[in-house]
Every structure is written in C-alpha cells, then in structure tokens.
C-alpha cells in the first residue's frame, strides 16, 4: 500500500479503516462485493476513499463512480459520461451513426438523460467488455428484472467486478439483484463504537469550529441518541454551530433534533412528489 494511500484511510475517515483494506483486497482480486449498512453509516464516504485509493495506483482496475442508481438506464449514464470523458467524442459519434453528425459541445447530465438506452449500451457494452474496470455503485436502489440481467451480463459475460453499497441484502433492499447475491461478497459497515463516536464528534466540532458552553454534556448526550451512526453526528453537529439553539449557558439539542426531523419529512415529501408515476417496467435493451 503506497504511502498516499494510508493517509487518505487515516485521515478523514474514523474506523472503517480495516473495511476500506477489506476492499481494496476485493478489488485487488476483482471480485464483487455488497457493502451493507444503515443510511448515514457512512458507505459513501467508505467509497469515496477507495475511489481515491484506486485512481493513485496502477494496480486496480479503473473505477467508475454511479451514484443513486435506481434504473438500469441510469447506471450506463453514468458510465457513459465517464468513458467521455475518458475517451473523448468518438465513442458518442460512432455509438450515434453516421446520420447524427452534430453532436453538443457540453456533454452534461441532460445530454445524457435524453440519450436512448439503446445507443447508452452502444456507447457503455463495448468499452466495458474489452477494458478494466471496475463499477462502483453508491446507493442502490431495488432493482426490476431487467436490471439483475444487466448486472448478471456485467458480472458473469463481461467479467466487471461490481462494488455495490446497499442497506440489506433481501429482496425489498435489492429486488430482483438478490437472485445475483450469491455471486457477491458481504461486507457489513456497523455503527462507531463508543471510542469512535466520541472521537468523530470532536473532530466534527473541530472542523466546523463549533464553539459550545455545555461541550461535555453535548459529546456525551449526541454519543448516546446517534448510536453511533457518523450521518447523524455530522448533521447534528453542524447545525449546532447555529445560534439559534442557545439557551444561556445550554445547547437546546431537542429544538435542534426536531428541525433535522422537520426538515427530513418536507425533504422526503418533496421528493415523492417529484417521483413521475410509471405504469410499466422500462424495456430490457442491454445491447
């Protein structure tokens, strides 16, 4: 493990060391695995730093990041605008054909959300099966029938090892991917324990310079309610940093837990009411 490696696993990141080197030995033997955890345990920051530590050394396949995959379609998104940007416009020209010679200078999401999922598996199908790479899933979601036969294609045809984050391993975690878990290895993220939490609620407190006049009573009593889990000390520690919240000498940590919890429901009802109803199961074009 080169030396740039080691400080980003001892740096921002508290206990997950011996998880992170789990998976890099994953993606050393490239092999797939599903890293399970509750929400806010910290999975995503646990894959960033093995994206981070894989792009320093030649000896990993190359990784490509896809974030809150939901559907088979956004997943070659992502990975399309990855190989672009690897690649350059030719894997987009020659995916599209002769008769669409004008293409767009920026390729952003919207270029790529209006992209047909039969030209995104013209563009993604063939890059992967003849390069490494490595697809690193952060937050996936239950996925349709089509989707375990696009992941069955990847793993079982193609050979790309897949690094999922997932909350369970049932079926109402993964959907039809369950019938592919046997082919993944399990890696369970668990809460901080006591020592770690403490330590990360300072160090939180620290980075956002959090100056408290009860600082001992907040550590122990934010240490009991989070159980542990590092997405509730970060939110609760940063919003601590509002005034609002003093009461004299005292941190009103129920007036300040109620508004992470106001403000959880207006941003889960926002978004269902965003989420477009669909009457069927998008087609299985996988190319």
């Known amino acids: 493990m080169s030396n740039n490696t080691q400080m ?8 997950r060391r011996p998880i992170i080197e789990t998976l890099q030995k994953h993606l050393r033997d490239e092999t797939c695995v599903l890293l399970v955890g509750a929400a806010g345990v910290g999975k995503t920051a646990i894959l960033q730093e093995l994206m981070a530590a894989a792009k320093v050394s030649p000896r990993y396949r190359r990784p490509i990041y896809c974030s ?19 690649c350059g416009d ?20 919207a270029f790529w959300r209006k992209t047909p999922m039969r030209v995104l598996c013209r563009i993604v199908m063939p890059k992967l099966r003849v390069g490494r790479y490595t697809l690193v899933v952060d937050h996936l979601s239950p996925l349709r029938s ?21 909350r369970g391993v049932q079926p109402a975690d993964i959907g039809k991917l369950w019938w592919l878990s046997h082919v993944f290895a ?21 980075n956002y310079r959090v100056d408290l006049p009860d600082r001992a009573e907040f550590v122990r009593t934010i240490a009991r309610v989070s159980r542990g889990n590092p997405g509730v000390i970060t939110r609760v520690c940063r919003r601590a940093a509002d005034r609002r919240y003093r009461m004299g000498n005292r941190t009103s940590l129920r007036l300040l837990m109620l508004d992470l919890q106001l403000g959880d429901l207006q941003s889960r009802f926002e978004k269902d009411a965003c989420v477009p ?9 996988l190319g």
């Not at 980003?8 to 206990?15: A, C, E, F, S, Y």
């Not at 030719?90 to 999401?109: D, E």
């Not at 109803?277 to 074009?285: G, H, K, L, M, W």
């Open 68 to 86: 809150s995959v939901k559907t088979v379609k956004e997943c070659l998104e992502w990975v399309a605008a990855t190989l672009h940007a690897e």
């Open 277 to 285: 109803v669909r009457d069927s199961e998008e087609p299985t074009a």
């Open 146 to 166: 089509n989707g375990h036969a696009f992941f069955e294609r990847l793993v079982m045809e193609l050979k790309v090892p897949v690094i999922a984050a997932v």
């Open 8 to 15: 980003m696993i001892d740096g921002p990141l508290i206990g």
């Open 90 to 109: 030719s894997i987009v020209s020659a995916a599209m054909g002769p008769r669409h010679k004008w293409l767009p200078a920026n390729k952003g999401t």
């Open 186 to 206: 399990e890696i369970q993220v668990p809460p901080l324990n006591p020592d770690q939490t403490r330590d990360l609620i300072e160090q939180v407190l620290l």
